[in-house]
């Protein structure tokens, strides 16, 4: 019975993701290069049929709250618009797009950094407690779990 349920739910899993992932697979907007000095520029991508109408990408960041309407096809499909970083402050900024039948194509990030340097960084400052926990979160999962095999493969073999 218990196969049974499984093959059920496998089969069920497998034909949602089937179903859902063209949908997941359409909606991308990417964005090239991912980094770029200040007053560099970056091509933003929509998945977008060109036939729908315009892109519009919308860019936040740490000084930015604007919308870039797409000006071109892709060379592989979709929408595209270049995006001149001058004036940009150095950080991460986020563009979202939504084509022009009113649908998300998703998001992208991309770093504006200093010019002819890297990315400004916090250093030996910079706060990690974040990463910390998520990783103390995952080992503690990983000896959970192990915690759980052995017991069960001790319980299965006294039993046996």
């Not at 315009?54 to 870039?68: E, K, S």
Request: glycine share 16%.
């Amino acid at each position: 019975m218990k196969a049974q349920s499984v093959l059920v739910s496998a089969t069920l899993g497998v034909g949602l993701g089937t179903l859902l992932l063209p949908a997941a697979a359409l909606a991308e907007t990417t964005v090239s290069p991912a980094t770029t000095p200040v007053g560099g520029t970056v091509v933003l991508t929509a998945s977008c049929n060109p036939k729908s109408g315009d892109a519009i990408f919308h860019v936040t960041g740490p000084n930015r709250d604007q919308n870039v309407r797409s000006t071109t096809a892709a060379a592989g499909g979709g929408l595209s618009a270049e995006l001149f970083t001058a004036g940009f402050t150095i950080g991460t900024y986020t563009v979202t797009a939504t084509c022009g039948d009113g649908t998300s194509a998703g998001s992208a990030t991309f770093a504006v950094t200093p010019i002819g340097g890297a990315a400004a960084g916090e250093g030996a400052n910079a706060d990690t407690t974040g990463l910390l926990a998520a990783g103390g979160t995952l080992v503690g999962a990983a000896a959970a779990g192990t915690l759980a095999l052995v017991r069960r493969r001790r319980h299965a073999s006294t039993l046996a």
